[in-house]
């Protein structure tokens, strides 16, 4: 299986939430953003690691989103970490705020990207979160099609 070229639009990734979730659902959000967080984010100083999103008064909130100062700002500079606020539409953020309410479900942020016209949006993901049996057969899975691959391309 040959990789996919990187994606130079997209600015951060969040690559352990396919480890410990599983991922049920995916949602392309918009981003409320101020001038220094915009620019700070096309130098790609942004991280997820932490982040999560939580459903409050009928909106959605990206929390503990990293976002680095930009280094040509002035000394009105943004918040490195803050509540930011995601844009879905009423019938998505319906339908998220059910499913959240039950036990174990959970969401998440995938990545952060600048679409065509230059917005910044937000992949959200409803998750479950794994235990540790289904984490090891996961790397189990990923081991085993990964010696296939290899003695496939020894073969020819």
Same mark, same amino acid.
């Given at each position: 299986m040959a990789k996919k070229a990187p994606d130079d639009k997209t600015v951060c @990734?969040?690559?352990k939430a396919s480890y410990r979730?599983?991922? #049920?659902?995916q949602f392309e959000c918009g981003l409320c953003l101020f001038g220094t967080e915009v620019k700070s984010l096309r130098d790609k100083h942004a991280? +997820?690691?932490? %982040?999560? %999103? @939580?459903l409050s008064d009928g909106e959605v909130w990206l929390v503990n989103f990293h976002i680095g100062p930009y280094r040509f700002g002035t000394s009105a500079q943004h918040e490195a970490v803050r509540k930011r606020k995601l844009l879905l539409h009423a019938r998505e953020? @319906?339908? #998220?705020?059910?499913k $959240?309410?039950?036990?174990?479900? $959970? +969401?998440v942020p995938l990545r952060v990207f600048f679409n065509d016209r230059g917005i910044a949006k937000v992949t959200l993901a409803l998750c479950q979160g794994k235990t540790l049996g289904d984490k090891r057969q996961a790397l189990k899975t990923r081991e085993h099609t990964r010696e296939m691959e290899r003695s496939a391309r020894r073969r020819t």
């Open positions: @990734r969040n690559r979730f599983e991922i #049920l659902e991280s +997820l690691d932490e %982040a999560y %999103a @939580r953020i @319906r339908k #998220l705020k059910v $959240t309410e039950q036990k174990g479900f $959970t +969401l």
